[in-house]
T-cell receptor, first 112, second 115 residues
Framework: AQSVSQHNHHVILSEAASLELGCNYS??????LFWYVQYPGQHLQLLLK??????LVKGIKGFEAEFIKSKFSFNLRKPSVQWSDTAEYFCATTDSWGKLQFGAGTQVVVTP | KAGVTQTPRYLIKTRGQQVTLSCSPISGHRSVSWYQQTPGQGLQFLFE???????NKGNFPGRFSGRQFSNSRSEMNVSTLELGDSALYLCASSFELGTGDHEQYFGPGTRLTVT
């Protein structure tokens, strides 16, 4: 079954620093990968998704992710974070039915 | 376009009681999925409904059940509540799952506290 794992559970960084969150997926045929974000007190929002095509995916709020098949990775990046990027970030994949399998999540805290 | 709505937003129940949560998907979406979010277990899939039929089910006991109505609205029921059922219950809607359009839109969740 498809699954994802996230390497970091907590990340603390200063504003303007670069962010990279790791996500590895298990091989299971067709790969559908997502990054979701959950801001404090808000609902889960889709940042970006990869189904096929260009492995460099650009999402909302300046985020991007790169699908590297040889490394089974789908890392999330942002060149310069803001305080408003403080949130929990989830990597996810889906099975053939579309059932989302989430990683454990990474709590990101951006300090002013 | 209105988003996914869930009611109620907050709920406090006692052990042994039952609870029903409601989810209204985005207009035109026919698939509704439910997820449980807890600090210890993270986000876990409960079940998915499409055209009033449960198509997929996660690893939860039979106390957790759901249904979907002809207008795609969905309800989730938990019977004989246990303390461990305290969680944020998220509903997500999608136009269709399993066809390549796997994007799901989440509601704000219902925070259930069992005392």
């Amino acid at each position: 079954a498809q699954s994802v794992s996230q390497h970091n559970h907590h990340v603390i960084l200063s504003e303007a620093a670069s962010l990279e969150l790791g996500c590895n997926y298990s091989y299971g045929g067709t790969v559908n990968l997502f990054w979701y974000v959950q801001y404090p007190g808000q609902h889960l929002q889709l940042l970006l998704k990869y189904f096929s095509g260009d492995p460099l995916v650009k999402g909302i709020k300046g985020f991007e992710a790169e699908f590297i098949k040889s490394k089974f990775s789908f890392n999330l990046r942002k060149p310069s974070v803001q305080w408003s990027d403080t949130a929990e970030y989830f990597c996810a994949t889906t099975d053939s039915w579309g059932k989302l399998q989430f990683g454990a999540g990474t709590q990101v805290v951006v300090t002013p | 376009k209105a988003g996914v709505t869930q009611t109620p937003r907050y709920l406090i129940k006692t052990r042994g009681q039952q609870v029903t949560l409601s989810c209204s998907p985005i207009s035109g979406h026919r698939s509704v999925s439910w997820y449980q979010q807890t600090p210890g277990q993270g986000l876990q899939f409960l079940f998915e409904y499409f055209s009033e039929t449960q198509r997929n089910k996660g690893n939860f006991p039979g106390r957790f059940s759901g249904r979907q109505f002809s207008n795609s609205r969905s309800e989730m029921n938990v019977s004989t509540l246990e303390l461990g059922d305290s969680a944020l219950y998220l509903c997500a809607s999608s136009f269709e799952l399993g066809t390549g359009d796997h994007e799901q839109y989440f509601g704000p969740g219902t925070r259930l506290t069992v005392t």
